[in-house]
């Protein structure tokens, strides 16, 4: 093709050609050929043009690395200039948060590949922010557009959690009330296909999209027995307060029971007004910061209990 063209461009600006291709006289014939140079020089330069190879999997787009192809599959609607900021947003939070890159772009695409659901997590903190600042509003945002909650509860619950599984079962699913139960071995699946993807080598990564199963990154428990504070029944005093309290704590820890969650509400409060300015709702936002009132939650550091505290 770009022999042909230049060939040709060559013979038609040669003026001996130029003679006898349309004569000196003849007006017609004359401006037929310049109709065909300025149709056929345009056309000729657009095909010399390399190609974009672009593939029917992304719609389109001009994406390359597997991070834009994974994000292109979930969500088709976002352009080229969206992508970008998706992820770029997404490693601002991973970093803030100090998750894995890989892990924390798997679990948001993960969610939202699963049409018509929300992750137990991000739903719960929703609804208290709700309750605290009395506003009610009408379903939840999707995960896409509420990446600040979806990041920081997946924190959480990896510091919280025994094991990175377990903090996605918590973090999607609410066994006691059978919230997302039918669909979480779903999102685990999925969070895994695509952590997988994201961490093959790189000669692997432009292959077609795999469904392998990898394992999350390592956060193993560390078993501790809770020892009884001396005389604490003697020192706890009840406060009218006591039952909201109460409330707070099987909100964020539904599996404890009724007398687990009166103990907490008991020694916050009481413990709190002996240290004299300390304000008991302070301490119970931070426990249920830290370990959403989980008495045995270890961090993958080795904080242990309710606080977190480091022994």
Do not use: H
């Not at 772009?105 to 659901?117: N, Q, R």
């Not at 379903?139 to 919280?160: C, I, M, Q």
């Not at 119970?284 to 209990?305: D, H, Q, T």
């Amino acid at each position: 093709m770009k022999g042909y063209f230049v060939s040709g461009l060559k013979n038609i600006l040669q003026f001996q050609k130029w003679q006898e291709l349309c004569g000196k006289t003849s007006l017609t014939r004359r401006a037929v050929l310049l109709f065909i140079i300025f149709i056929s020089v345009p056309l000729s330069l657009c095909l010399l043009l390399p190609g974009r190879g672009l593939s029917s999997e992304t719609n389109g787009k001009r994406v390359t690395s597997p991070y834009e192809k994974l994000v292109s599959w979930t969500f088709p609607r976002f352009d080229d200039e969206s992508i970008a900021g998706f992820l770029e947003e997404v490693e601002r939070l991973s970093f803030k948060y100090e998750i894995d890159f890989d892990l924390t772009l798997a679990v948001i695409c993960a969610e939202a590949s699963i049409p018509d659901s929300v992750a137990r997590g991000r739903k719960s903190n929703i609804d208290l922010m709700r309750i605290m600042t009395k506003t009610w509003g009408n379903g939840y945002p999707r995960v896409e557009d509420d990446l600040e909650n979806a990041v920081s509860t997946l924190k959480e619950l990896l510091r919280t959690e025994s094991s990175t599984e377990n903090a996605l079962r918590v973090y999607w699913a609410d066994t006691q009330v059978g919230y997302n139960t039918s669909s979480v071995s779903k999102f685990i699946k999925s969070v895994q296909e695509k952590y997988s993807y994201l961490r093959q080598p790189e000669k692997e990564k432009g292959k077609q999209y795999l469904r392998e199963v990898e394992k999350f990154p390592p956060s193993p428990a560390k078993e501790f027995e809770i020892i009884e504070m001396p005389n604490l029944y003697s020192q706890l005093e009840i406060y009218e307060v006591e039952p909201a309290y109460k409330q707070v704590a099987l909100y964020f820890n539904p599996s404890l029971t009724e007398e687990e969650a009166t103990l907490i509400a008991r020694s916050v409060l009481t413990f709190s007004m002996k240290a004299k300015g300390v304000d008991p709702r302070l301490v119970m936002a931070v426990i249920a910061a830290e370990s959403r009132f989980r008495p045995s939650a270890v961090s993958k550091k080795g904080a242990m209990g309710l606080g977190l505290i480091m022994p």
